[in-house]
């Protein structure tokens, strides 16, 4: 899984540079906040991966309705004057750290009970 | 599982690319664009293009008219009476602008009075009298707000026109005027009256430092002719082969 991820990161820096990939700036902070989802989901799913909860549909669903509604705020704080994107960054930005927090109990615990099982065994 | 490894790919691939797309771009910087500035920007382009439209349209017409001369000249015509009507015309939109003749017209007629509210204590009396920079400054607002012509307490505003500071009194064309102070305009009353007490306003500036300041939209507002002497000593006309080469601007 690892690999597959290293994988798609390098693609994708790859495509970022091959592709002269140019937008107006009015839109960086729309990408922003769809990276942010993006990383948000991404670890997220590794988490409920770890838990052994995952589910596809779940995956999918959640990094589209959050990237849409990271979006809107952006949006309606644009038009409305107020800096909206603050909720956005403020929610995904603890999330990340939250779920990766998770993420490293999973692995201290495994790696522990192996000690366990090693010392035990 | 392999959907499980699909999806990851993608979103890693989204993720690496975004990156790298913001990073390109950004280039470090913070670039919120507020959609105020972002009006500003449209607006500014939108009274560009206007520009650019009304000075295609003044090369248009300038061209349909030398065409029609020249048609004219052609065919051995006697254009004598066009070229007539033209001249005066142009006299009459010279002698207009020159200030040699009354004009009337809509526009705004401005008072400007020294404040009569009590001063702070150790406050400059300055404050609140109405000086040479105040009659200048509302001028020049009102020539930005599209003014065709102007007036000071009856004085024309011309070319050589000049405003100083003369104590207690204030100079307008080698005239020595005390206030009130009554400036008339002709031109978009509306647009003219909005520069003046709009947010920011030089008028509304005024009235908060406590003078007196009112503004009127009037139908037929008298601008009299420029009076004073207007001789002149030194200015000779220019001709072609006297202006050396990259001197014209």
Known sequence: MIIVMLIGLAAGIFVGFAFDVSYPTEYSFYISMGLLAAMDSLLGAIRADMEGKYNNLIFISGFLTNAILAAALVYLGDRLGLPFYYAVILVFGGRLFQNLAVIRRIIIERYLAKKER???? | MKRKAILYFIICLFVGCSIVVLTKTVNGQHLFVSSKVLDDYRITIEGER??????IKLTDESREELE??????????DISREVEAKLFQDLHFYSLAGGYVDAIGPGVEVVIDDGTRDLEYGENPNDILVHDLDLLLIINELKDAGAELISVNGQRIVDTSSISCSGYTVRINGQFYARPFVIRAIGDGSRMSAALIGPGGYGTVLKDWGLIFRISILDDIIIPAYVEDRASKYMT?????KVKEGEKN
């Open chain 1, 118 to 121: 090693d010392i035990t065994n």
């Open chain 2, 237 to 241: 006309l220019s001709t072609a082969d």
């Open chain 2, 68 to 77: 029609t001369l020249e048609a004219l000249t052609a065919a051995h015509e």
């Open chain 2, 50 to 55: 206007k520009d650019m439209e009304n000075i």
